[in-house]
């Protein structure tokens, strides 16, 4: 219930209606029976830096942001995290005595159902014995139990060089891995992709970038596959960014990671489970970066990611 103590968030951007994350944050606030409420606020690029005054004057206590203001917020802060700079965008924004702060809780995201411990899958039906998709109820946390913890020795293969990615990177050299490729289709932006990273404030420095026709040799080297681009996304969910003989060429018990939340799976989720392959779909990574902001907001470490997960997935008709 919305009363006169109750206390502002929000998601800003343009447009704003079809964010998913009212949903999922008012669900864990009713959960946890806080008394906060988040909005959806939409902001045109012009007024990003009045609407951060307003928030101010309205004792807004944080919020996230969506396209188009996530790079374009960064020099109205008073302080941004490492993380954010090195990734070069904000996804969410808290305030402190020195003003409004801003970090980037996609990394977070992104590494959760890499790290989480594994609930094992379980074995296909006597008729179907392919492994079952796991969908992000179940999500397959069998990262930790391929690699155990150490990625020393493990190959990231990273499909696209746009926002998503640049978490994506950090994501994996915060893993630890020995080899981390990106791969892209236009080779200027490939190049100043590469070296925003060398001279990055968190430097990745076994970072490879490649065109597209270099996939299919990086294809059986890849330990962990991660689709950063919007191919095979709603409404054009019969695409992969993958061709299906590229993708025959992966190793078996590699992890296929899509960033993409629907459809739910992907076709490429599919097509790389028919090959042996582990799927992660985009939805915990959706749900875990939300988790990580509002542990911010409210201060806790305590929050209901199963609660924000069904929201979602009711959200999205998952369910
Ligand atoms: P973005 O900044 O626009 O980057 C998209 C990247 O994909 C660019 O490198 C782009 O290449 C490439 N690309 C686009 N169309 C392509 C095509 N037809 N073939 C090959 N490459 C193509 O977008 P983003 O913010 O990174 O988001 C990318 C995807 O990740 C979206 O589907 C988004 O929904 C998803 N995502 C999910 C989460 C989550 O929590 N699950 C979080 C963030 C993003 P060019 O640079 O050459 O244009």
Redesign the pocket.
């Known amino acids: 219930m919305i009363k006169g103590t109750t206390k502002l968030l929000g998601v800003i951007g343009h447009p704003i209606a079809h964010s998913l994350s009212p949903a999922m944050h008012n669900a864990a606030i009713a959960h946890l029976g806080v008394d906060f409420v988040y909005l959806p606020l939409p902001v045109k690029p012009q007024d990003l830096k009045a609407a951060l005054v307003g928030f101010g004057a309205i004792d807004l206590r944080g919020f996230s942001i969506t396209i188009p203001h996530k790079q374009a917020i960064l020099p109205l802060l008073a302080d941004v995290s490492p993380i954010a700079r090195a990734i070069g965008a904000v996804n969410t924004v808290y305030r402190t005595d020195k003003g409004w702060c801003g970090t980037n809780t996609?990394v977070e995201?992104f590494l959760a159902p890499l790290q989480t411990s594994p609930t094992p899958p379980c074995s296909g039906g006597a008729e179907d014995d392919r492994p079952a998709l796991e969908s992000s109820d179940s999500p397959l946390y069998q990262a930790t139990a391929r690699g155990g913890s150490d990625w020393s020795q493990k190959v990231a293969v990273i499909l696209?060089?746009?926002?998503?990615?640049r978490a994506v990177v950090a994501g994996c050299a915060q893993l630890g891995c020995a080899e981390i490729h990106v791969v892209?289709?236009?080779a200027q932006?490939l190049a100043e992709f590469h070296d925003s990273w060398v001279t990055s404030p968190m430097p990745v420095q076994n970072l490879q970038v490649h065109t597209w026709d270099n996939l299919s040799m990086l294809m059986s080297q890849a330990d962990l596959l991660v689709n950063?681009?919007?191919?095979g996304?709603y409404p054009h969910g019969e695409k992969s960014?993958v061709s299906a003989v590229a993708l025959d060429r992966i190793s078996a018990g590699a992890i296929v990671y899509d960033?993409?939340?629907t459809p739910n799976p992907t076709q490429f989720l599919k097509d790389a489970q028919l090959r042996g392959a582990r799927a992660i779909d985009?939805l915990e990574?959706?749900v875990q970066?939300g988790a990580a902001a509002l542990k911010i907001w409210l201060d806790t470490e305590s929050v209901p990611v199963d609660v924000m997960r069904q929201a979602l997935r009711e959200h999205l008709g998952l369910d």
């Open positions: 996609d995201g696209g060089n746009g926002g998503a990615a892209g289709r236009n932006n950063t681009t919007p191919v996304m960014p960033l993409i939340y985009g990574m959706l970066q």
